[in-house]
């Protein structure tokens, strides 16, 4: 789950997520649909987002998004009208 990986990421314990699950992060623990699944579920998928992030850390895996404006490459012009009758 990419909400773990994040806090995994940033360095929290699985006693850290456990106490905010009934606080500021309400929605987390409604993503399970009861409170036996998420006890049963919840430290196995800790235990993937601290691997994931560990075999992750101090690479780069984010896809080059050139946000840059374009430059003008010449195209097609049209030509030049006679302005004289």
């Known amino acids: 789950m990419a909400v773990l990986n994040h806090f995994a990421a940033c360095g929290w ?3 850290q997520v456990r106490g ?3 606080g ?5 623990a409604s ?9 049963r579920l919840l430290e196995r998928e800790w235990t993937k987002a601290l691997e ?13 998004s050139d946000t ?4 003008p490459t010449g195209g ?3 030509p030049l009208q006679s302005t004289s009758s």
Do not use: N, V
């Not at 993503?31 to 006890?39: D, G, I, K, V």
């Open 13 to 15: 314990t699985l006693e």
């Open 20 to 22: 905010e699950l009934s």
């Open 24 to 28: 500021q992060f309400q929605g987390l």
């Open 31 to 39: 993503l399970y649909q009861s409170p036996a699944q998420l006890t």
């Open 52 to 64: 994931f992030t560990a075999s992750r850390r101090g690479k780069k895996y984010s896809p080059k």
């Open 68 to 71: 840059s404006p374009t430059k």
């Open 76 to 78: 097609h012009r049209a």
